[in-house]
């Protein structure tokens, strides 16, 4: 899993019928000391989080496995927030 | 997923059965400011778009998971069209 | 999906049985041009390509789900010949 | 697979159901002489691994098919610790 | 696929059941004139490979599908070894 930032959201009305219901958020990556690495994922929020939060990421099959994104044609769920003292990017 | 932005399409005669009803776009990928990257990929057209629209796209095992590419050999579907300014390339 | 020219092929008497019957060949990844990148990967042919040939390549769980690799343990089939000017390397 | 050594751990209270029984390390990639490249990950721990140890990570699919990780949707699991001696970071 | 050549062996005493009775080879990845490249993968032996064989890798779910790994939890896998020339690391 990869350690990401919330910065966005992505608003969209084209769109297939089951990411209608979802929160779809822009997360910068982060290394290993929560700097910004440059690059970015847009992510399907599962938890409940919101900008500034420090998350955690799990890509591939595995995030169409929650309860939120079963069976939802997505490639990156963010599965946890991190407890840190946040950074300010 | 990443955001890209449809620069052109694929044209091909010889090719598997399930990809003949399919849309192949050309998909320059953009950075979170949609930037162009300098990446791209080929996905296929699940919403209806077409030429300079700015869009999401889903990777992996998803992408053959949407209603009009399921159990299709693909490995890249555009799943939304992203509401924004869009830019020229 | 990504975009690749065949350039050679691979030779191999000890594979696992499911590989016997497959050709595999030696593909050179393009960018979004027809460009060299530098990269390339080893892909099964499903559909009958050649030397030279510009092709379509899928990866990854798609690549086992052609009618010619169906649940064969491989991670890139070559499914579409793409409809252009060829490039000499 | 790869090579990863434990670096530190990751800690969150909101986090989907399947993760809370979970120990969530932070691994630095190396590369193969062991020396740090600079990466990481964020794996799941299926054997009983602690701080300073040099362990094996299969990620993927293969990730959620552990007996502690069925299931579960994550995309980094770790399934071996390495026999070698340790480098101080 | 990826061409690699086997330039070393794993050993871990501390690792899940389904890993036990397989060989995890160290693997250099070479690029398409099998020059080392820098990278490298740790790999299951599924045909009987030994050291200094050039080889072909399957990657990602595909790894866990040959006679061998069925339902290991390994992303990679090797499935054929080259005929070529060898190379000396």
Redo the contacts between chains.
């Keep these: 899993?990869?350690?990401g930032k919330i910065?966005?959201s992505?608003?969209?009305?084209?769109?297939?019928?089951?990411?209608k219901p979802l929160t779809?958020y822009?997360v910068?990556l982060l290394?290993?000391e929560f700097n910004n690495t440059?690059n970015?994922?847009?992510?399907v929020d599962?938890?409940?989080?919101g900008y500034g939060d420090i998350i955690?990421i799990?890509?591939?099959?595995?995030?169409?496995?929650?309860?939120v994104t079963r069976?939802?044609?997505?490639?990156?769920?963010i599965?946890?927030?991190?407890?840190?003292e946040k950074e300010e990017s």
Tied chains: 1, 2, 3, 4, 5.
């Design positions: 899993m990869d350690i910065v966005g992505i608003t969209s009305v084209a769109k297939i019928e089951e990411l779809l822009l910068h290394d290993s440059g970015y994922m847009v992510a599962t938890i409940g989080v955690l799990t890509t591939g099959s595995a995030a169409k496995m929650t309860a069976d939802v044609p997505v490639d990156t769920s599965v946890a927030r991190i407890d840190t």
